[in-house]
Nanobody, 115 residues
Framework: QVQLVESGGGLVQAGGSLRLSCAAS????????MGWYRQAPGKQRELVAI??????NYRDSVKGRFTISRDNAKNTVYLQMSSLKPEDTGVYYC??????????WGQGTQVTVSS
């Protein structure tokens, strides 16, 4: 089992920045992909950014504004968010999967961007 714990959410004005962190613990030897999803009220959960040893991908609306990074020594993934917009508001969930395709989710951290 892998546990994911997010931190770094909060309230910020449009144009501001936030940095999310997600630390993995437990049976972390087989972790493959780590990334971030978000869910706005009344909407489906959507991929924001995801990274593995082979690739890194972003949803189009955050390209150039968000940067995902990973510190394998600390088993942590980060999401640096800049030029935030009100439409970036939502609960941000950390995601991970392992080489057996088992998925893990964090409990989520709220990001609110005021206009």
């Amino acid at each position: 089992q892998v546990q994911l714990v997010e931190s770094g959410g909060g309230l910020v004005q449009a144009g501001g920045s936030l940095r999310l962190s997600c630390a993995a613990s437990g049976m972390i030897v087989g972790i493959n992909t780590m990334g971030w999803y978000r869910q706005a009220p009344g909407k489906q959960r959507e991929l924001v950014a995801i990274t593995s040893d082979r690739s890194t991908n972003y949803r189009d609306s955050v390209k150039g504004r968000f940067t995902i990074s990973r510190d394998n020594a600390k088993n942590t993934v980060y999401l640096q968010m800049s030029s935030l917009k009100p439409e970036d508001t939502g609960v941000y969930y950390c995601y991970s999967d392992d080489y057996f395709y088992v998925e893990y989710w964090g409990q989520g951290t709220q990001v609110t961007v005021s206009s």
